[in-house]
């Protein structure tokens, strides 16, 4: 039962969103005292039943599973995908401004552009690079593709009104935003959501 919880939280690390693209360092606290009475709700229902909830065998499991939980968390907070909880709710004054057309230079030439948020440590960004490689590949000529590293430039995070990352977002050929996205997009549904919005691509 416990191989199978630890076995879970590993699947559902490495389905998160990046939240402000920084870990969580309570997250290993909760996560050990989670396992603990995990732990405590076993033995109790056990010691009620009169049995020896402790063997050795049981011994080892708790102690790998418990070294299986704080690795886990130990490499989530490397890749940066530990999730946070969210930031309190921001007054009107406080909330960002997004401009409806894009602010830089990367869209209105004449093509629909396609800008990802992200950064190069978080899981769910590292799976969204592929997809990205294929689109500006195939696309070349009919869509512009591009990656933005919030880490590398935090500015970013404002000027977009980035919540989570991966944040994708789908501006038409005259740089107004259509659409956006958080977290993993599939290829094939980033290519249906541009035909949802009347965007026909072609590729080379």
């Known amino acids: 039962m416990l191989a199978e919880t630890t076995m879970t939280g590993v699947l559902l690390l490495t389905q998160f969103r990046c939240v402000g693209g920084k870990s969580n360092p309570l997250l290993l606290l909760a996560l050990l005292v989670g396992t603990w009475l995990i732990i405590r709700l076993v033995y109790s229902a056990f010691k009620k039943r009169g049995t020896n909830p402790m063997t050795k065998s049981k011994r080892i499991a708790i102690v790998t599973a418990l070294i299986a939980a ?44 396609l800008i990802e948020l992200g950064s190069d440590t978080c899981i769910p960004c590292k799976m969204m690079a592929p997809i990205l490689a294929e689109l500006k590949k195939e696309y070349t000529g009919s869509l512009d593709v591009h990656f933005l590293d919030v880490h590398k430039n935090q500015d970013l995070i404002l000027r977009y009104g980035v919540r989570v990352i991966p944040l994708q977002i789908f501006y038409d050929a005259s740089g107004n935003e259509l659409f956006r996205h958080e977290g993993f997009f599939a290829k094939e549904d980033i290519l249906a959501k541009w035909k949802e919005l009347g965007v026909e691509l072609t590729t080379e």
């Open 70 to 113: 704080v690795v886990v968390v130990l490499i989530a907070k490397q890749d940066g995908s530990a999730p946070e909880p969210a930031p309190p709710a921001a007054t009107a004054a406080e909330t960002p401004t997004v401009p409806a057309r894009h602010p830089g230079q990367l869209t209105g030439q004449g093509r629909p552009t």
